[in-house]
Nanobody
Framework: QVQLVESGGGLVQPGGSLKLSCAAS????????MLWYRQPVGKERELVAG????????TYADSVKGRATISRDNDKNTVSLQIDSLKPEDTALYYC??????????????????WGNGTLVIVSA
């Protein structure tokens, strides 16, 4: 069965950096777009970044563009998200997600079919 396990969350000071990782199993990893979403407390879940199956295509939310880098290792079935210059508004539960197909389809509403349990990122002094 599909499993997505996030790691790397924690407490970080404003201006710091954090790298989140997601270990995937149970499907042909390289064939699917992979995404990171986040959900701040009391707000809706939002797309942060996505990467295509082969890894050559990426997309980012405007809120993290220029500060975030999504990458994947198809040999290790992992997808990572690094965010630099962290701000308090980056505080959220971050989720790894498997797309239903290519990246362009995975970022559409209903484009995700599996979610991890999330890893908490708190940006605070």
């Amino acid at each position: 069965q599909v499993q997505l396990v996030e790691s790397g969350g924690g407490l970080v000071q404003p201006g710091g950096s954090l790298k989140l990782s997601c270990a995937a199993s149970g499907f042909m990893f390289s064939a699917f777009g992979m995404l990171w979403y986040r959900q701040p407390v009391g707000k809706e879940r939002e797309l942060v970044a996505g990467v295509s199956g082969p890894g050559g295509g990426t997309t980012y939310a405007d809120s993290v563009k220029g500060r975030a880098t999504i990458s994947r290792d198809n040999d290790k079935n992992t997808v990572s998200l690094q965010i630099d210059s962290l701000k308090p508004e980056d505080t959220a539960l971050y989720y790894c997600a498997k797309g239903r197909g290519p990246l362009y389809a995975s970022i559409r509403p209903g484009g995700v079919d599996y979610w991890g349990n999330g890893t908490l990122v708190i940006v605070s002094a």
